[in-house]
């Protein structure tokens, strides 16, 4: 007993984060300064109320996408237990969050070297940083997907380790199960974590070339990770494909983005306007084919300047579109999908230095604070309903933290890189790449 407490006291950096980011949240706790639901909240408590009554994911058969399962499924969980009150949901969330600040703190470990004290100044800022505190308080899937992305990370250090140790003297080959279980384990987690953002099944594969490159240019590890991230994934991907009409691997918010993203180049504008046009046209059963076809077609202002330009297919007589036209509403997901993709094609064909040099901005954007957005629960901030107090705190723990610790990390990062060998020099090249 007095080993285990000597080492529960070693990690003292730990507790002290664990213990400010536990009074942070229960400051924090239902005094957000919310006026409703923001962002994606309203969809995804919608589509888990379906859920815990039975209606499987049909919800978002009649929506603008759908949606990866694991978060909705997550909330489904908490209403089949405790109803619609969101307070179990919070205090799970919370409780992940200040799980996220220990893994933080474990991860920072394992690549400083030992740190105790660089571990607990990374673990503090996970459980002080205001987004990653009020995030358990929003029904957004932000908090559970870091859960699942720190774990695999730590589980491919542990891989990492056991790829580099000491071959057995009398075999002469690495004990397998030393990576086996960790890289199986880290591509289970990297499933969820794709379950729960479609994002991550891009990432899946530079991660099983990191493994391969970590293990000597071996292929079993990385085929091992990829073989358990495919269990994990592909029972959705199959349910989904025969669900919603079509192949889709996780779902198809990555369509519409393209096709947004394409589209907002095309323009020089911002406004989503376009894109929503072109999936109500194909999706709202109370429109006429005349009105399908206004939402489509370019718009002109009194004075006869073009206000918005066609779709990019329905300029170009495309056939498939017009067809679909035709059917509509009753397109599945699975070709509404199809369609928004040859949309965002058919854009970028069109202006592809636009959209690079619009991808360039929004780079820029990313690191740039914001003042009226809605996960910052500021919008309308000139307006002067914002308790000072909240103010304070998005001034002091979200936008100075962020400032001081994105430099102070890419930094640290490179130093590390530099000095770090074996196990720990492929861990940090594993994170460079999510970096970037």
């Known amino acids: 007993m007095s080993r285990l407490t000597g080492r529960l006291a070693a ?29 994606d909240e309203a969809e995804y408590l919608a589509a888990a109320d379906w859920l815990a009554n039975g209606r499987g994911f049909a919800w978002h058969t009649q929506y603008l996408w759908t949606r ?13 237990l405790f109803g619609r009150a969101t307070g179990p949901i919070f205090l799970t969330q919370s409780a992940l969050s200040l799980l996220n600040a220990a893994l933080t703190y474990a991860l920072a470990l394992r690549l400083g070297g030992g740190s105790r004290r660089a571990a607990g100044l990374a673990g503090a800022l996970a459980a002080l940083y205001l987004p990653l505190a009020s995030y358990a308080q929003l029904l957004l899937s932000e908090t559970l997907f870091v859960t699942l992305l720190l774990g695999a990370a730590l589980l491919l250090g542990a891989g990492a380790e056991g790829l580099a140790a000491t071959p057995d003297p009398r075999s002469g080959v690495t004990s397998r199960s030393a990576w086996l279980f960790p890289l199986a384990g880290a591509g289970a987690l990297l499933g969820l974590a794709t379950l729960t953002r479609g ?33 994990v994934v592909a029972p959705w ?20 983005n393209l096709a947004l993203g394409a589209r907002t180049a095309y323009d020089g504008g911002r406004s989503d306007e376009p ?15 005349e009105a399908r076809r206004a939402l489509l077609a370019e718009r002109r202002g009194p004075d006869g300047a073009v206000v918005r330009s066609a779709a990019c297919l329905y300029a170009a007589g495309d056939e498939r579109l ?50 009226t957005g809605d996960e910052r629960l500021s919008k309308g901030f000139a307006l002067g309903r914002l308790p000072p107090w909240y103010v304070a705190a998005l001034f002091l723990l979200d936008d100075t933290l962020y400032v001081a610790a994105l430099p102070l990390a890419v930094l ?4 590390l890189r530099r000095e770090a060998r074996g196990a720990r020099a492929a861990l940090l090249g594993l994170v460079g790449l999510w970096l970037l």
């Open 412 to 415: 640290g990062w490179a130093l």
């Open 322 to 371: 017009l067809a679909a036209l035709e059917r509509a509403p009753a397109l599945s997901q699975g070709e509404r999908q199809s369609l928004l993709t040859a949309e965002a094609l058919c854009l970028l064909r069109a202006r592809p230095l636009a959209f690079v040099t619009k991808s360039l901005v929004e780079l820029v954007d990313l690191f740039k604070i914001n003042y």
């Open 237 to 256: 991907s199959i349910y989904a494909t025969r669900a919603y009409g079509g192949p889709i691997a996780v779902d198809t918010t990555g369509a519409f």
């Open 199 to 231: 994002l991550t099944l891009g990432f899946l594969p530079l991660v099983a070339a990191w493994a391969w490159w970590a293990a000597g240019r071996r292929p079993w590890p990385p085929l091992a990770l990829l073989l358990a991230a495919g269990v």
């Open 11 to 39: 990690h003292w950096p730990l507790w002290l984060a664990l213990a400010a980011g536990l009074a942070l949240r229960a400051l924090l706790w239902d005094r957000l300064p919310r006026l409703g639901m923001i962002s």
């Open 68 to 80: 990866a399962p694991l978060y909705p499924l997550f909330l489904a969980g908490h209403i089949a």
């Open 275 to 289: 894109t929503r046009s072109f999936v109500l046209a194909l999706l709202d059963p109370a429109l006429s084919p």
